[in-house]
């Protein structure tokens, strides 16, 4: 009898705890993967494709499910080890090379008002009409080259963003040591 | 007049050097060989340019207008030539440039129309805005449009009206001859504070090293018959830092990312003042102000400057020694050496000190953090300097903004107390503008991500209208089609059985019928058009011509007719072969 009774119990506790498992499944459930938002968080939303997907959710998307961490160039080496730091995985050299910030501007001389590149750009920061003069809306550029390929007339051009007084950074106070010269005092001291 | 002071923590003592500058009064500078004047000299919104090159501008002329209400108006600051409206080398510690006008003076230093501005008859919003148009802004060295702290709290009833003359900084003298010599006006300037403020009651707070200044102020106060109180505070730089004066002053203290006002706590400089009375009852805007030129040079001393004046035709004036090697702008505490020694006075230039090795000896090298807590312990913010320093040098901004880095006022109490010369304010400089950097990047990041959403968002609608309108097209298709078929299949009926059966479909072959017909028709008409457009488009210029050129074809139609008639039996003379 008892053992019946101990029974009983242990599966009225397994039942009440399965039932309060499956209703805070379906209660606290959570839409979409987190994980791939705080990626794509991470990721700078340029939305250039270098890293071989369409966009950066997609990227995000791909990293949570195993892709390497080091294929967004934008990014650049502090994006890799900010993905690095969330995901615990290991820090690994930038799959490109690292560029300075650039927007794209058109040369409105050339510019034959195709709008292939307004079809192209990701973010919408071309404004033109067919047969009308393009230009780039530079504060919306996000400097991903997507616009240079379609141009017929390669009238766009990329340029480095220029340091200004308001977008200028005090520098880091630390002189770093050059491997170079950290090489030849070994050098020197053997 | 017994007033209890309260303190605030930390705070040091440096030499104060300001024995040199004061023992001549104000001298007015001369009008330079030029003039470039920045746009941008106040917090907030860029100026925009309101003259061209070659425009002639007069004393106290609108160059810049406001963009936006945090902004101030700048103004020519004498008569003369606008030779350029381009970048120049700004009195900032990166040396880039900015946009600026350049002026060559006429030297006549002619003013415009000055017209004094009725403030007490004018609403407190009209006053507001005529500062802003004058050009007032803080002049104690943050340079926040001073009509933007006119507005009083809704909610927070004024209690003190804080007007700083402490002028803590060493070297730095320009208050206080401005208060020994302008007392008067000085006053005034703060009532004008006070009618729009309508504080309980003001306090002009000047460091007890200034007694002369003090003296003034309180004569002043008495002549006019105000009942502002001028009460001197311990010297300890940064006394004047706004929240410290406030504390020593009021014994409030204002919470980090809270503002005075809502602690009913409003703070300005008496230079300030000076500027908005001279502005209000004298319609002279912002063109000129106080600087003191001191450190390496022969006779140290206050100038009143032109805003846009050359630092180094400032500096000869008090004939710098020889081995001068650099000009200080600000304080030996906050300033910076500036880039270039032909940059300009600006709003914010309250003090050039001419730097040498024997003055400021180079800093011996750094040392590490030995943790002694001096830095936490002189920080007038009682923040944790040494901490801010660690995670700034580790790069870890997060952290540093857990330890309150946006609370530093960047006064360099803790770089002076480091006994390891550590130069820790470098260090939380670098740190805020990282963050202030990644920020924009963030907001950037965010901006492009909701517009490529929104783009997919829109190609799918597109695509999905489009596939709407070609099924819409295929619907109707298929139905005429359907439509048809019935009619075909429907007069065909009517043919093969005779009138009772066929009666009810004949109408509808009889519209189709029509319908067709109507088809061909247009067809026909557009075939028409068509072809009259080809006999439109036929030549036309053998139409008029004269009798020459007509006899001149016909003789060419002549020959070819001979021609013609005599070739074909050689022609086909050579078939036959």
Same mark, same amino acid.
């Not at chain 1, 969330?86 to 560029?99: I, N, T």
């Not at chain 2, 009618?195 to 306090?203: H, T, Y």
């Not at chain 2, 030995?370 to 901004?397: D, T, V």
């Given at each position: 009898?008892?053992?019946?009774?101990?029974?009983?119990?242990?599966?009225?506790?397994?039942?009440?705890?399965?039932?309060?498992?499956?209703?805070?499944?379906?209660?606290?459930?959570?839409?979409?993967?987190?994980?791939?938002?705080?990626?794509?968080?991470?990721?700078?939303?340029?939305?250039?494709?270098?890293?071989?997907?369409?966009?950066?959710?997609?990227?995000?998307?791909?990293?949570?499910?195993?892709?390497?961490?080091?294929?967004?160039?934008?990014?650049?080496?502090?994006?890799?080890?900010?993905?690095?730091?969330?995901?615990?995985?290991?820090?690994?050299?930038?799959?490109?090379?690292?560029?300075?910030?650039?927007?794209?501007?058109?040369?409105?001389?050339?510019?034959?008002?195709?709008?292939?590149?307004?079809?192209?750009?990701?973010?919408?920061?071309?404004?033109?009409?067919?047969?009308?003069?393009?230009?780039?809306?530079?504060?919306?550029?996000?400097?991903?080259?997507?616009?240079?390929?379609?141009?017929?007339?390669?009238?766009?051009?990329?340029?480095?963003?220029?340091?200004?007084?308001?977008?200028?950074?005090?520098?880091?106070?630390?002189?770093?040591?050059?491997?170079?010269?950290?090489?030849?005092?070994?050098?020197?001291?053997? | 007049?017994?007033?209890?002071?309260?303190?605030?923590?930390?705070?040091?003592?440096?030499?104060?050097?300001?024995?040199?500058?004061?023992?001549?009064?104000?001298?007015?500078?001369?009008?330079?060989?030029?003039?470039?004047?920045?746009?941008?000299?106040?917090?907030?919104?860029?100026?925009?340019?309101?003259?061209?090159?070659?425009?002639?501008?007069?004393?106290?002329?609108?160059?810049?207008?406001?963009?936006?209400?945090?902004?101030?108006?700048?103004?020519?600051?004498?008569?003369?030539?606008?030779?350029? +409206?381009?970048?120049?080398?700004?009195?900032?510690?990166?040396?880039?440039?900015?946009?600026?006008?350049? %002026?060559?003076?006429?030297?006549?230093?002619?003013?415009?129309?000055?017209?004094?501005?009725?403030?007490?008859?004018?609403?407190?919003?009209?006053?507001?805005?005529?500062?802003?148009?004058?050009?007032?802004?803080?002049?104690?060295?943050?340079?926040?449009?001073?009509?933007?702290?006119?507005?009083?709290?809704?909610?927070?009833?004024?209690?003190?009206?804080?007007?700083?003359?402490?002028?803590?900084?060493?070297?730095?003298?320009?208050?206080?001859?401005?208060?020994?010599?302008?007392?008067?006006?000085?006053?005034?300037?703060?009532?004008?504070?006070?009618?729009?403020?309508?504080?309980?009651?003001?306090?002009?707070?000047?460091?007890?090293?200034?007694?002369?200044?003090?003296?003034?102020?309180?004569? #002043?106060?008495?002549?006019?018959?105000?009942?502002?109180? +001028?009460?001197?505070?311990?010297?300890?730089?940064?006394?004047?830092?706004?929240?410290?004066?406030?504390?020593?002053?009021?014994?409030?203290?204002?919470?980090?990312?809270?503002?005075?006002?809502?602690?009913?706590?409003?703070?300005?400089?008496?230079?300030?003042?000076?500027?908005?009375?001279?502005?209000?009852?004298?319609?002279?805007?912002?063109?000129?102000?106080?600087?003191?030129?001191?450190?390496?040079?022969?006779?140290?001393?206050?100038?009143?400057?032109?805003?846009?004046?050359?630092?180094?035709?400032?500096?000869?004036? #008090?004939?710098?020694?020889?081995?001068?090697?650099?000009?200080?702008?600000?304080?030996?505490?906050?300033?910076?050496?500036?880039?270039?020694?032909?940059?300009?006075?600006?709003?914010?230039?309250?003090?050039?000190?001419?730097?040498?090795?024997?003055?400021?000896?180079?800093?011996?090298?750094?040392?590490?953090?030995?943790?002694?807590?001096?830095?936490?312990?002189?920080?007038?913010?009682?923040?944790?300097?040494?901490?801010?320093?660690? !995670?700034?040098?580790?790069?870890? !901004?997060?952290?540093?903004?857990?330890?309150?880095?946006?609370?530093?006022?960047?006064?360099?109490?803790?770089?002076?107390?480091?006994?390891?010369?550590?130069?820790?304010?470098?260090?939380?400089?670098?740190?805020?503008?990282?963050?202030?950097?990644?920020?924009?990047?963030?907001?950037?990041?965010?901006?492009?991500?909701?517009?490529?959403?929104?783009?997919?968002?829109?190609?799918?609608?597109?695509?999905?209208?489009?596939?709407?309108?070609?099924?819409?097209?295929?619907?109707?298709?298929?139905?005429?089609?359907?439509?048809?078929?019935?009619?075909?299949?429907?007069?065909?009926?009517?043919?093969?059985?005779?009138?009772?059966?066929?009666?009810?479909?004949?109408?509808?072959?009889?519209?189709?019928?029509?319908?067709?017909?109507?088809?061909?028709?247009?067809?026909?008409?557009?075939?028409?058009?068509?072809?009259?457009?080809?006999?439109?488009?036929?030549?036309?210029?053998?139409?008029?011509?004269?009798?020459?050129?007509?006899?001149? %074809?016909?003789?060419?139609?002549?020959?070819?007719?001979?021609?013609?008639?005599?070739?074909?039996?050689?022609?086909?003379?050579?078939?036959?072969?």
């Amino acid at each position: 009898m008892e053992i019946v009774l101990a029974i009983a119990i242990m599966a009225l506790g397994a039942v009440v705890l399965g039932a309060s498992l499956g209703f805070a499944s379906i209660k606290f459930k959570v839409e979409g993967d987190p994980l791939v938002d705080k990626i794509d968080a991470i990721l700078p939303q340029t939305q250039c494709g270098q890293c071989g997907y369409p966009g950066c959710k997609p990227y995000a998307e791909a990293i949570a499910k195993g892709e390497e961490i080091n294929k967004c160039p934008p990014g650049g080496a502090e994006g890799v080890q900010r993905l690095a730091d969330l995901l615990g995985r290991e820090v690994k050299p930038l799959d490109a090379e690292e560029k300075p910030k650039q927007i794209a501007i058109i040369d409105e001389q050339t510019c034959i008002g195709c709008t292939l590149c307004i079809q192209a750009c990701p973010v919408d920061a071309i404004v033109g009409a067919a047969k009308q003069m393009h230009t780039i809306v530079a504060q919306l550029c996000t400097g991903c080259e997507l616009c240079l390929p379609p141009c017929p007339v390669e009238c766009i051009r990329m340029e480095p963003i220029a340091e200004t007084i308001d977008n200028w950074k005090w520098k880091y106070p630390v002189v770093e040591i050059k491997p170079e010269s950290a090489a030849a005092s070994m050098k020197e001291a053997a | 007049m017994l007033m209890n002071l309260f303190k605030f923590k930390g705070g040091v003592k440096p030499p104060t050097n300001k024995t040199q500058s004061v023992g001549l009064p104000i001298a007015v500078a001369p009008i330079p060989s030029r003039l470039v004047v920045p746009l941008h000299q106040s917090i907030g919104g860029t100026p925009r340019p309101v003259v061209q090159v070659g425009d002639k501008v007069l004393k106290g002329q609108l160059i810049g207008e406001a963009d936006g209400w945090i902004s101030a108006a700048v103004h020519a600051p004498t008569s003369g030539t606008v030779i350029a +409206v381009d970048m120049q080398v700004q009195p900032h510690p990166s040396g880039l440039d900015a946009m600026s006008v350049v %002026i060559e003076p006429d030297g006549q230093d002619q003013w415009i129309d000055r017209q004094p501005f009725d403030y007490t008859n004018a609403a407190p919003e009209a006053v507001r805005e005529y500062l802003q148009q004058s050009g007032v802004v803080g002049l104690g060295g943050a340079v926040f449009p001073t009509h933007g702290k006119l507005t009083p709290s809704k909610t927070v009833p004024m209690e003190e009206l804080v007007i700083n003359g402490a002028e803590c900084e060493p070297f730095i003298t320009c208050d206080d001859l401005l208060m020994r010599e302008r007392a008067e006006e000085v006053v005034r300037g703060v009532g004008i504070f006070r009618d729009l403020l309508k504080p309980k009651k003001v306090l002009i707070g000047i460091e007890d090293n200034k007694p002369e200044a003090a003296e003034a102020m309180r004569a #002043a106060v008495q002549a006019i018959g105000e009942d502002f109180e +001028v009460v001197p505070v311990p010297t300890l730089y940064p006394a004047g830092g706004a929240k410290q004066l406030i504390r020593v002053l009021t014994g409030k203290e204002v919470p980090a990312a809270k503002r005075s006002t809502d602690l009913g706590v409003q703070c300005f400089n008496v230079a300030t003042a000076y500027t908005a009375w001279r502005a209000i009852a004298h319609g002279e805007p912002v063109v000129s102000r106080l600087v003191t030129v001191t450190g390496n040079v022969h006779t140290p001393r206050n100038y009143e400057v032109l805003i846009g004046t050359p630092m180094d035709e400032l500096l000869d004036l #008090a004939q710098p020694n020889p081995d001068t090697d650099g000009i200080i702008m600000g304080g030996p505490m906050m300033g910076f050496l500036v880039p270039e020694r032909s940059v300009p006075v600006v709003k914010a230039t309250n003090c050039l000190i001419a730097h040498n090795e024997r003055l400021f000896p180079p800093k011996a090298p750094e040392m590490p953090c030995i943790r002694c807590g001096s830095c936490a312990r002189a920080c007038p913010h009682e923040l944790q300097p040494f901490e801010m320093y660690w !995670f700034s040098r580790a790069k870890n !901004f997060g952290k540093t903004q857990e330890y309150h880095i946006f609370d530093c006022i960047e006064c360099g109490c803790c770089s002076f107390v480091c006994p390891s010369r550590i130069p820790l304010v470098q260090y939380f400089r670098f740190a805020k503008s990282e963050i202030w950097a990644r920020e924009r990047e963030k907001n950037a990041a965010d901006g492009a991500k909701t517009r490529f959403e929104f783009k997919q968002f829109r190609e799918e609608r597109e695509k999905a209208e489009k596939a709407e309108k070609l099924a819409k097209a295929a619907a109707a298709q298929a139905a005429k089609k359907a439509a048809e078929a019935a009619a075909a299949a429907a007069s065909e009926n009517t043919g093969e059985n005779a009138a009772p059966a066929g009666e009810p479909a004949a109408p509808a072959s009889v519209a189709v019928d029509a319908e067709k017909a109507a088809k061909m028709a247009t067809i026909q008409a557009a075939m028409e058009r068509a072809k009259a457009q080809r006999a439109a488009a036929q030549p036309k210029n053998t139409e008029t011509l004269s009798a020459a050129q007509q006899k001149d %074809i016909d003789d060419i139609e002549a020959r070819r007719q001979a021609a013609l008639s005599s070739v074909p039996p050689a022609e086909s003379g050579e078939k036959t072969e």
